[in-house]
């Protein structure tokens, strides 16, 4: 007999009809197509310089494929080569395509093997064999070093036909040049998962936050997320069923990894409960993240805070954010697949002039990598209280040093901006605030910056990671065609 499908909503066994039942995977890199091309008509010119461009193509090929997944059908000198290299790259899938020209090629070519991959993203990368022409250069010699000629031709070509595309610079044996398309390849698979993956929301945005309000259309449309409302009840039922046992060796396991301050046993085995009953509601209905409202809603059902919980499904890659941030959340996914780092979701906390930084507030939710001292790391009671049972568990500690990106998505009467924003987190007490926090010093004076900033309207909420990210970040926007502003 087949099983019966149902609604997730019913949160009955059994097979969903409105939830992906398949497990999609981890997220898949970007497939890097490279169309490397030389022009037929100087190998009768001149003879030697066919296997000689080749060689130089090859080189590009074996250097790119040490940093991305590689698809190469060889070097392209003619129209039927162009057809052959562009249905290849169709057939592979790939998702963006490298343009190396090893001699001048008129862009009719390029342009024919592209019409097989519409959609893929562009990079022409003007590429040659050295650093700077030498005197003994002869004319065979410049043609071998010739891309700049069809380069610049490719882009005037692109910019008539409105296509988008990027533009890399350095030799053949530089590194450089491959570090910079394979970050471009990066962004391009964060900016397409983000397309598949669906967010949980319990709950709702805290009431008053209109800052943080959205229109789930909107979400979907522009930064590619869908987002799921998942009942309480839901989660209930599942931190209902968590057995005392599971729960007991996960907070040893918690204590044994930190210190302890001011909480219970007790304490612990509440916020463990819940954090394993939220582990199992994003395994449940396949979430890629999760937002959550705690203030007199998961914490008044439950009796415990959901922030540790959160952060459990953090350390194994899972993001989530409070507030209904949802905003937050998709930066923070962002953010992850970029880097394969946890970030931190923080508020805009007070400025402090001396030090020319901002203090920045947690909610409790990160990975204990974030901290400026994993070992110093310390289990304290939940600083607010909002209808829970006991003291509450959270972290206490600030963020280690070295230089952040922060970022969030700002919904404007215009659509999405994405606000980005560069820093240094820096050494400074960890203050008794039962809390995250951090230092980070920027560019500007502080002052200066906090009028910048709020003069564009963000929200009250940041998020901040331990990379610099802010070229990933602006090609990230253009991808998924919304604004972008850089603060420093």
Not at 91 to 119: K, N, R
Not at 143 to 170: C, E, H, P, W
Not at 431 to 436: A, K, N, Q, R, V
Not at 457 to 469: K, R
């Amino acid at each position: 007999m087949d099983q019966e499908i149902t609604s997730f909503d019913a949160a009955e066994p059994g097979a969903f009809g409105d939830i992906l039942n398949v497990d999609r995977g981890p997220a898949v890199p970007a497939k890097v197509g490279l169309l490397a091309v030389g022009y037929f008509e100087y190998w009768r010119m001149y003879p030697s310089l066919r296997a000689t461009v080749e060689t130089d193509l090859a080189k590009v090929a074996e250097r790119l494929a040490a940093k991305v997944d590689v698809v190469y059908p060889g070097m392209v000198d003619n129209l039927d080569r162009a057809e052959e290299a562009g249905r290849a790259l169709a057939e592979a899938g790939v998702d963006v395509v490298v343009v190396v020209e090893g001699t001048y090629l008129p862009d009719y070519m390029v342009l024919h093997a592209l019409e097989h991959v519409p959609h893929a993203r562009v990079v022409l990368f003007n590429t040659q064999t050295g650093a700077g022409v030498r005197p003994s250069d002869d004319y065979e010699a410049t043609m071998r070093n010739s891309a700049l000629i069809g380069v610049t031709q490719l882009s005037g070509s692109f910019t008539k036909a409105r296509r988008d595309y990027d533009v890399v610079v350095g030799e053949i044996a530089e590194d450089r040049g491959y570090e910079e398309i394979a970050r471009i390849a990066r962004v391009r698979a964060a900016v397409a998962r983000l397309r598949a993956c669906n967010l949980g929301l319990i709950g709702h945005v805290f009431r008053g936050m209109y800052d943080l309000e959205f229109d789930r259309g909107s979400v979907r449309g522009c930064l590619g997320p869908e987002v799921i409302s998942v009942q309480a009840d839901h989660l209930v039922d599942l931190w209902q069923d968590v057995a005392p046992d599971n729960v007991r060796a996960r907070a040893a396991q918690l204590t044994d990894r930190f210190a302890v301050r001011g909480v219970t046993a007790t304490d612990i085995e509440r916020s463990v409960r819940l954090g394993i009953a939220m582990e199992r509601l994003s395994a449940r209905y396949k979430l890629d993240g999760l937002c959550f409202l705690g203030q007199h809603y998961l914490e008044k059902m439950t009796g415990a805070p959901a922030r540790i919980g959160a952060s459990m499904m953090m350390e194994d890659g899972v993001m989530v954010a409070c507030e209904g941030d949802v905003g937050g959340l998709v930066m923070m996914q962002l953010m992850h697949d970029l880097t394969g780092r946890a970030p931190v979701q923080m508020e805009w906390g007070q400025f402090d002039v001396n030090n020319n930084a901002l203090f920045l507030l947690g909610h409790g939710i990160a990975s204990p990598d974030a901290a400026a001292d994993p070992t110093g790391v310390t289990l304290t009671r939940a600083p607010e209280e909002w209808g829970f049972e006991g003291a509450g568990v959270n972290w206490e500690f600030i963020l280690r040093p070295g230089p952040v990106t922060l970022g969030h998505f700002i919904s404007t009467p215009d659509g999405w901006r994405m606000l980005i924003s560069e820093g240094e987190s820096i050494e400074f007490s960890c203050l008794p605030c039962d809390e995250i926090h951090g230092m980070v010093r920027v560019q500007s004076p502080v002052c200066d910056y906090l009028k910048q900033l709020i003069k564009l309207g963000v929200t009250h909420h940041a998020i901040v990671i331990h990379e610099e990210l802010v070229p990933e970040l602006e090609l990230a926007a253009e991808l998924m065609g919304v604004d972008s502003v850089v603060l420093r």
